[in-house]
């Protein structure tokens, strides 16, 4: 059974930078598309960013690109989100999700299967 772990969140003031690790185990994390979402206090969880298996395609969502970057180690099973220039507004857990086994790559949530427990990310002001 796919397991992942997130780590790196935190709190940082708006402008500051975050590093978000996830830790599959499991499985050969190269067979999955992966992907970050993050769900807010009242909202429902948002896509953030996706990247193909091999990590050869990335995707993110219109409020966070030039700021998050999401890459890959296959040799480690860990993916990571690399935010930058945090805003008030990111605030939020944010979950790592893997999908099917060879399956495409995809932007929606039914696209991921098996998700982390997720970590809290609070940017302040």
């Known amino acids: 059974q796919v397991q992942r772990v997130e780590s790196g969140g935190g709190l940082v003031q708006a402008g500051g930078s975050l590093r978000l690790s996830c830790a599959a185990s499991?499985?050969?994390?190269?067979?999955?598309?992966m992907g970050w979402f993050r769900q807010a206090p009242g909202k429902e969880r948002e896509f953030v960013a996706a990247?193909?298996?091999?990590?050869?395609?990335?995707y993110y969502t219109d409020s966070v690109k030039g700021r998050f970057t999401i890459s890959r180690d296959n040799a480690k099973n860990t993916v990571y989100l690399q935010m930058n220039s945090l805003k008030p507004e990111d605030t939020a857990v944010y979950y790592c999700?893997?999908?099917?086994?060879?399956?495409?790559?995809?932007?929606?949530?039914?696209?991921?299967?098996?998700w982390g427990q997720g970590t809290q990310v609070t940017v302040s002001s």
């Open positions: 990247i193909s298996r091999a990590g050869m395609s990335t």
């Open positions: 999700a893997a999908s099917p086994p060879d399956y495409r790559t995809t932007t929606s949530l039914s696209g991921y299967h098996y």
């Open positions: 499991g499985t050969t994390l190269s067979r999955h598309a």
